[in-house]
């Protein structure tokens, strides 16, 4: 039998644990989690639009965590430090994983629990989230159009443009598997990188040429590991077809697209294309 107050670990006035923190606490001061949790403001009363609102935020955060390792690993690849760049992109896998379970608390939106917010926050729309534009140029899918959507806010746009400029990712692979001895036709590896990537039949010969080879080959893991990332990034798309489906089927978006076929082609445009074609010539 254990005594009353071990059995509820009740913490005292004394106990050094609970002496009054000055002002904000450490943790207060390091998480900001009372500005965090500040800047939720539902519009209406629906119950649905908190559960809403907070996933979109999430979301928001795990793109942050995502473009943030995707850059680590780009500057890695630039650096032909290999392990560096599998590191950042194992840690963006995890985080991947970590945004595809967060459509949970809206997977199962009804249209009438849907509208009981919808029209109050108009125009908005996921379409307009600079932080998944970042995602997207990072993995070479680039788009002036997009870009410019984002010029009447300087800040956004600085940042967007950036990485418009910027080689992405999938460039700097392309370059180091370039400078390791693989082919990477010269036209790929002086394009302009502002354009969208389009798929090459050079580089999915040196894809297939990685994959037909010895199965333990470091390269080998590191084409599994993109496929691992573009695959996390189709399923993201396929999951907000499906929940945009359940939530309001077939009308128009609030941005002004048609919606659900909107979504599903864009959802069929290929992550690292030459991955995936190179697996049907091995
Ligand atoms: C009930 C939930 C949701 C619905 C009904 C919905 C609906 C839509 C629709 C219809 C579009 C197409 C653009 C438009 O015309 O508005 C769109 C785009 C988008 N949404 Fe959502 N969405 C939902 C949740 C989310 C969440 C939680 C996020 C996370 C940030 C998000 C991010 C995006 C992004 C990034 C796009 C742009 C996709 C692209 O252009 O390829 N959506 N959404």
Redesign the pocket.
Known sequence: MTDRASATAELSTDDPLTQPFRGASPYDEYVRATLLNNLQQPLTEAADEMG?LI??QV??LW?TLIVYEWRAARDAFRADELDAAMDALMRSRRGLKALNES?AP?AS?TPVQ?NGFRAAFGKA???Q?AM?RHM?FLIGQKSAA?LRAHSGDPYVHKGLSEAHEEPSLYDEVLNFLHRRGYPVPEHVRERDVTAPYESDPGVVEVWRRIYAGPQHHPLLRLGELLTDVAEAITRW?LD?VM??RR??GAK?????????K??EE?AAIAVFPELWEARGAV
């Open positions: 809403f996933t979109t979301m928001e793109f459509w809206i939106l849907f729309s996921g379409f989230s998944q997207e997009l798309r907000h929940v945009v939530a309001m128009p978006g609030s941005a002004g697209s048609a919606g659900v909107y979504l864009r």
